[in-house]
């Protein structure tokens, strides 16, 4: 019985923490990309004028 509950346990953990993974590198992910087409868009607009 109680190695069902650490079992269960672990299971779920294992899911809190890969949705928390895959949520922190989408955010990063986004925030990498943003920036990126930000600085470029800057480098072009300074690059143009």
């Known amino acids: 019985m109680l190695t069902d ?7 779920i953990l294992y899911f ?3 949705y928390i993974s ?9 925030y990498v990309v943003e920036n990126c087409l ?8 300074n690059w143009v004028n």
């Open 16 to 18: 809190i923490l890969r």
């Open 38 to 45: 930000l600085f470029s868009c800057k480098l072009n607009c």
């Open 22 to 30: 895959i949520y922190f590198i989408l955010m990063l992910w986004d």
């Open 5 to 11: 509950k650490l079992i269960c346990i672990r299971f």
